[in-house]
């Protein structure tokens, strides 16, 4: 065996070299990946064409048809009214103005439970009724329907009279 010299040469371990090489190839391939500068654009804007040119003949368009929604048939959606008060007859006043505009009211009663505003709930199918029941008694929250209620009809539940 041979004898060891003193003034060695410390290798760097192979981790270490492979760090270092990933990182120049990744400099390497940010600057050769790199676009080039964003430069600055003038945006003109068009000139619109003179009328006072040679008039061309123009046909004149029809205009798009537009769809008019159906209209909310009010007879025909049931609703029940609840009262989440204790107001007596909260609900039968506000059974009473649904009607009044053409509401099918189905039903009066109490709701026990805890609902932060007066709302219209509504089940998927009669959402367009829902929002238009609101319109037509003021009132400002609508949402989807939840277990207890029926989902063939729209349900009010009061926390305060309508106005």
Known sequence: MGRRDQRGVVLPSPVMMLSVVAVVMAAVAFVV???PQPA???ITTVAQPSTSATPTPSATAA???????????????MVEVFNNTSTKGLAATASQKAATVGWQVVGTDNW??????TTVY???????EGK???LDLGIKRTAKAVDPMKLDRLT???TGPLH
């Open 63 to 77: 205009p798009a048809p537009t769809r008019t929604p159906k209209p909310v048939v009010r007879k025909k959606v």
């Open 112 to 117: 026990y439970g805890s609902v932060p505003a």
């Open 122 to 128: 509504y089940p998927a199918k009669l959402k367009r």
């Open 132 to 134: 238009q029941l609101a």
């Open 40 to 42: 600055e654009r003038e």
């Open 156 to 158: 009010i539940i009061l």
């Open 33 to 35: 990946t790199r676009g």
